[in-house]
């Protein structure tokens, strides 16, 4: 495959640095854990407390806050997510009565998202089963020094992947 992938170097054009084998193969199994960890988390989540992974990870945020509240657009920031996706995520679990809205007493532009005493309950409840589900596919299957390795690895990766950020772990 690599073979057929030259690049035209008569046109001065850059020619691609293309992956190798290792490479490619590891580029390939990151992809495919990246892409089916959220399904795996979000299953185990729904079956057991009916939350899915965004709305568990909204509400796991606002838990860490001081007073369980935070600035939505800051909550967006944290759960990467769009303001206006969030906005209707938010939505339902008000509805839900896991959290309240309400404008930002500091400054009314804002608005805040405040866990309830309902919602932080929710959580409570999940929180066991989902640590027991990352503990299963991520934790215990890495020595602690491959744990080690790991978030350090990933530290490098964040820091490329959103340059502007200095704590990777104030954004995870």
Same mark, same amino acid.
């Given at each position: 495959? +690599?073979?057929?992938?030259?690049?035209?170097? /008569?046109?001065?054009?850059?020619?691609?640095?293309?992956?190798?084998?290792?490479?490619?193969?590891?580029?390939?199994?990151?992809? *495919?854990? =990246?892409?089916?960890?959220?399904?795996?988390?979000?299953?185990?989540?729904?079956?057991? /407390?009916?939350?899915?992974?965004?709305?568990?990870? =909204?509400?796991?945020?606002?838990?860490?806050?001081?007073?369980?509240?935070?600035?939505? /657009?800051?909550?967006?920031?944290?759960?990467?997510?769009?303001? /206006?996706?969030? *906005?209707?995520?938010?939505? @339902? +679990?008000?509805?839900?009565?896991?959290?309240?809205?309400?404008?930002?007493?500091?400054?009314?532009?804002?608005?805040?998202?405040?866990?309830?005493?309902?919602?932080?309950?929710?959580?409570?409840?999940?929180?066991?089963?989902? =640590?027991? @589900?990352?503990?299963?596919?991520?934790?215990?299957?890495?020595?602690?020094?491959?744990? !080690?390795? +790991?978030?350090?690895? +990933? !530290?490098?990766?964040?820091?490329?992947?959103?340059?502007?950020? @200095?704590?990777?772990?104030?954004?995870?």
């Amino acid at each position: 495959m +690599l073979d057929r992938m030259t690049g035209d170097r /008569s046109t001065g054009a850059t020619v691609p640095r293309w992956l190798d084998d290792e490479q490619l193969a590891t580029w390939r199994m990151l992809m *495919s854990f =990246v892409a089916r960890l959220p399904t795996a988390l979000e299953c185990q989540l729904q079956q057991d /407390s009916q939350l899915r992974f965004l709305e568990y990870y =909204v509400l796991a945020v606002l838990a860490e806050q001081p007073e369980r509240r935070m600035r939505m /657009s800051r909550l967006a920031v944290r759960t990467h997510s769009e303001l /206006s996706r969030l *906005s209707h995520l938010m939505a @339902r +679990l008000q509805a839900r009565g896991f959290v309240d809205r309400e404008p930002d007493p500091r400054d009314g532009r804002f608005t805040l998202a405040i866990l309830t005493d309902a919602g932080f309950a929710q959580l409570a409840g999940a929180a066991p089963g989902h =640590v027991a @589900r990352v503990r299963e596919l991520v934790i215990d299957a890495l020595q602690p020094e491959e744990l !080690s390795a +790991l978030a350090g690895i +990933l !530290s490098k990766l964040h820091a490329r992947l959103m340059p502007d950020h @200095r704590d990777a772990a104030d954004h995870g």
